[in-house]
């Protein structure tokens, strides 16, 4: 079928559907009778479920976690989900983040791109076959979660509260183009032991980024040896010494990048202890450097921890400590591992605490997600691919595999589908979020051809 008439008439409505829900701030905020994730969300949640009203489609709202817009009848559905609640603007903006401008071609503000642009346009993509009474055999449902950001606790209300009708088939448009059939499982967790010496280190921020700086206080006495260690070793340039008040401070420059591709980062932490385990450290330093040279060392693929795996759709397991921290007593060190889909979560999970048992240290499980693996043949995945080959022309672009993490893994048949294309830049969670209008186009006949292709 020929959509190209109705695509150029829905782009305006669709601009200014974005401008508008963008003007929500829909970050989270802190729980109201009735409205879990805070005002915010909640708004956005109305207002989207009004747009779907508005074309005449059925909607729900449940509580105020999900909602959903519904179209077309027959007994099978296809699945569409998407997220209204965004994160927080940050600094760095020439624009108002929450201000929904037109301008330069583009839409700019926090939920462009992630996710409120790709929502809307799967919702006049709907429109369009709508109002063109395109017969279809299924129906289409536009699932809208309120808390993607932080703790999925919509779709964990939805799915386990709500128990609502599963699709046959699924996309996420929450991601990029063309098609993720498979995101990584993950395994987040804090290995932490009592500590009652004064131990001055620290470094990294987060579970999921590799650490770009750690620093540790020595006594000053261990200079020449620190100095000599460093002087050996692969990269003096990524350490620095320096010496005050009888006190001696190594620090490590790394490189930080996604945990997801620690292989392409340097963990500071991990150097850092590198050095410890060749100088004279002594006491609870020394039991930390040492376990931690022991179970981690310089490594990136969970070697020492004997978790090392591979399969040959998803490459290397991998394992990043993205921070280290002493106070109140405790020495605690934050881990992520991303795991190949062929792998249980559950598996890694117990051979990491067998490991550690008898070192003093304890496991704690802080997040924990199940692979999503599509098969790359599948009807959906080919049919999605199709849908946007015939469009885009791009025959050289791949079905992908990803170490984030969509809502395509909340359910089964589901993966994730857009809206990124290959050559659009990515300002998601970054300063001055902005959606080319001509890629918006692109983006509206996509979803149009899919939606049909799926349904039909
Ligand atoms: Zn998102």
């Not at 919509?154 to 183009?177: G, I, R, T, W």
């Not at 980062?265 to 150097?271: D, F």
Request: aromatic residues 6%.
């Amino acid at each position: 079928m020929d959509f190209s008439k109705e695509i150029k008439s829905a782009m305006e409505p669709l601009v200014q559907d974005i401008s508008a829900l963008c003007q929500i701030d829909s970050v989270e905020g802190e729980p109201e009778p009735g409205m879990p994730f805070g005002k915010g969300p909640a708004k956005a949640l109305a207002a989207a479920l009004a747009m779907g009203e508005r074309m005449g489609f059925r909607t729900e709202n449940f509580d105020n976690y999900v909602g959903h817009i519904e179209f077309g009848d027959g007994d099978e559905m296809i699945g569409i989900l998407g997220h209204v609640d965004v994160v927080p603007a940050g600094d760095g903006w020439d624009r108002d983040p929450w201000g929904g401008q037109i301008e330069d071609g583009r839409i700019w503000g926090r939920g462009t791109l992630d996710d409120k642009g790709p929502l809307l346009t799967c919702l006049h993509a709907m429109k369009i076959l709508k109002d063109l009474n395109v017969p279809l055999k299924r129906r289409v449902r536009i699932i809208l979660g309120t808390n993607e950001e932080t703790n999925w606790g919509c779709m964990d209300h939805y799915l386990h509260q709500v128990k609502p009708e599963m699709p046959v088939a699924a996309f996420s448009p929450d991601s990029e183009f063309p098609v993720t059939f498979a995101e990584l499982g993950m395994l987040q967790y804090t290995l932490t032991r009592d500590i009652d010496e004064p131990i001055e280190i620290e470094g990294g921020s987060a579970f999921n980024s590799v650490p770009s700086s750690a620093k540790v206080i020595l006594p000053a006495s261990l200079e020449a040896e620190v100095r000599q260690a460093v002087a050996d070793s692969k990269d003096p340039s990524i350490y620095q010494i320096t010496a005050a008040d009888g006190k001696l401070q190594l620090s490590v420059t790394g490189v930080g990048v996604h945990a997801k591709d620690v292989d392409q980062g340097l963990n500071a932490i991990s150097y850092m202890m590198d050095i410890l385990g060749k100088v004279s450290v002594t006491g609870q330093l020394k039991e930390v450097a040492d376990f931690y040279n022991t179970h981690f060392g310089t490594t990136v693929f969970g070697e020492k921890m004997g978790i090392s795996a591979s399969d040959e759709i998803s490459d290397h397991l991998t394992l990043n400590i993205g921070k280290i921290q002493a106070a109140d007593g405790k020495l605690t060190l934050y881990c992520d591992s991303r795991i190949p889909v062929s792998i249980k979560v559950d598996d890694v999970e117990k051979a990491v605490q067998e490991k550690i048992q008898g070192t003093g240290f304890t496991y704690e499980l802080a997040s924990k997600e199940d692979p999503l693996y599509v098969d790359k043949d599948s009807d959906l995945v080919t049919t999605l691919m199709e849908a946007y080959r015939k469009i885009t022309g791009d025959n050289e672009s791949q079905p992908m595999v990803s170490g984030g993490a969509t809502y395509s893994r909340a359910i089964d048949n589901c993966v994730a589908f857009g809206c990124l294309l290959p050559d659009q830049a990515d300002t998601m969670h970054q300063a001055n979020e902005s959606l080319e209008i001509d890629k918006l186009e692109i983006w509206l006949q996509i979803c149009v051809e899919a939606i049909y292709q799926l349904a039909k």
